[in-house]
């Protein structure tokens, strides 16, 4: 969108002496703040709070908002939230250590009171103590701190992937969530990178490089986005494949360039229509390649 951005640009203290530092400012004076898992109950009221006592706006964005955004683009999101795991360690964009805004930070009497209190009040509930205690997660904890087996197994759910038909487990927090097996399949669904989906590529490729066999061989180099255009569209409408890396990995068989494409369906129309481009097929043995 061409907008400027600062990322952690500053630590705001608000009147609840609580420390707030927003994730992105944009050059427009906006706040945007990333959330994988957002708590509504506890993260909301403070972002409300620092909108109101600092006359700004903050727009909250999830893991599902951001896929939303990148959906027309020809982008795999597991990439760019890769890309700018990179991109943020090497600029130092971490909490650790110094850079955390509480670093060095002591809690004040009257915080540690208030702390205190609210633990004692909770431990006076005696449903409270009784659950406490005998937690299974509690007594696991004990267990594994004494070197023994602590037995506690989430229960599980059995699911089937929706790429590969393969039967997989899941805990149950997460039985609602997952549609694949792995991170594999849901990248190979994302963009229908399946063995139908390839010969169905190819096809069309091949097809294309035949019917255009005339401007395929005196085409230029600086012309290849727009000749092979046509192509992209129709695959991207076929099957919703978006990346053209994708489109030439499938076609060649190897990651390569555009201009590795152009030489690849050139030597396919040489298979096929022979090396005088003669317009009767013949048999792909019968002629190799030139160059």
Not at 87 to 95: D, H, P, Y
Not at 107 to 129: G, H, L, N, Y
Not at 141 to 159: C, D, E, F, N, V
């Amino acid at each position: 969108m061409n907008i400027g951005w600062t990322y952690e640009h500053k630590t705001y203290t608000l009147s609840n002496g609580v420390r707030y530092k927003p994730d992105f400012l944009l050059e427009t004076g906006e706040y945007v703040e990333i959330k994988g898992a957002f708590n509504f109950t506890y993260d909301l009221p403070k972002v409300q709070l620092f909108q109101s006592e600092y006359n700004v706006k903050v727009t909250i964005l999830q893991e599902k908002d951001l896929r939303q955004l990148i959906k027309p683009t020809p982008f795999v999101f597991e990439h760019l939230k890769q890309e700018w795991k990179s991109f943020a360690k090497v600029r130092g964009m971490n909490s650790f250590g110094s850079k955390n805004p509480m670093y060095g930070v002591t809690q004040t009497e009257e915080t540690k009171d208030k702390i205190s209190a609210k633990a004692k009040a909770r431990f006076a509930d005696p449903e409270f103590k009784e659950k406490f205690l005998n937690s299974p997660k509690r007594k696991a904890y004990h267990q594994s701190r004494k070197g023994q087996k602590t037995g506690l197994i989430a229960p599980r759910y059995t699911l089937i992937c929706e790429l590969c038909q393969q039967n997989f487990e899941v805990i149950q927090h997460k039985a609602s969530q997952r549609r694949f097996c792995s991170k594999h399949c849901s990248i190979q669904a994302q963009h229908g990178k399946t063995s139908f989906t390839n010969s169905g590529v190819q096809a069309l490729a091949y097809s294309f490089a035949l019917d255009n066999s005339d401007q395929l061989f005196s085409l230029k180099l600086n012309k290849l986005k727009s000749f092979f255009q046509p192509l992209w569209d129709s695959i991207q409408k076929e099957h919703n494949i978006l990346d053209i890396r994708t489109i030439c990995q499938i076609v060649v068989g190897k990651p390569c360039s555009r201009k590795e494409f152009l030489y690849h369906l050139q030597s396919y129309v040489q298979k096929v229509r022979g090396a005088t481009g003669n317009i009767e097929p013949v048999e792909l043995e019968d002629k190799k390649p030139l160059g």
